[in-house]
């Protein structure tokens, strides 16, 4: 994935032409190219990354290992893949719950727990970025949902909104 939005950022055709080990300002990565990968992958990912990312992990390799850590922290027993506990997800509750319907961070959140029940509901093994947006336009994926959401109108917004949330 990193190297894929490098290849993007730097205007490349693929991610073969980007080398694992190699500096990204070897690659030619310079602060405002930076920025704009940096955006891809806050897109891609849903973290929050500082502007310096790609000065702060220098290879594509330790930027992946870094977001790895980010989205996949080692629990106690030393396991990335542990599921989240039942307090945890009573805390999240509790916390919507406290927002206002309309509140743009809550719907958010509400949208990525729906994606991610729908991945996941049928045992489907394959990540947000494969095949083709569920409308059959255009391709699947945070970024490619990013994208299409950055350039709707209100009226499709709030059409998306109340169609696939249920909320008025």
């Known amino acids: 994935m990193v190297r894929t939005h490098a290849a993007v950022a730097l205007g490349h055709t693929g991610a073969d032409e980007i080398e694992p080990d190699r500096t990204f300002r070897d690659l030619g990565i310079d602060s405002l190219t930076a920025v704009a990968l940096r955006d891809r992958l806050t897109?891609?990912?849903g973290?929050?990354?500082p502007a310096t990312l790609v000065f702060d992990q220098?290879?594509?390799v330790a930027l992946a290992e870094h977001l790895g850590g980010l989205l996949l922290p080692d629990t106690p027993d030393g396991t990335a893949d542990a599921l989240p506990s039942a307090d945890?997800?009573?805390r999240l509750e509790t916390a919507l719950a406290r927002r206002a319907d309309d509140d743009l961070d809550r719907v958010r959140i509400v949208m990525r727990l729906e994606s991610l029940l729908s991945r996941t509901r049928g045992g489907a093994t394959a990540g947000p970025s494969a095949g083709t947006a569920p409308d059959g336009e255009g391709p699947a994926g945070p970024a490619a949902l990013a994208d299409r959401l950055g350039n709707a109108t209100n009226d499709e917004?709030?059409?998306?909104v109340e169609r696939d949330l249920g909320l008025k």
């Not at 917004?157 to 998306?160: R, S």
């Open 88 to 90: 945890e997800l009573d």
């Open 157 to 160: 917004l709030f059409a998306l």
């Open 43 to 45: 897109a891609a990912t």
């Open 47 to 49: 973290l929050t990354l």
């Open 58 to 60: 220098p290879t594509p």
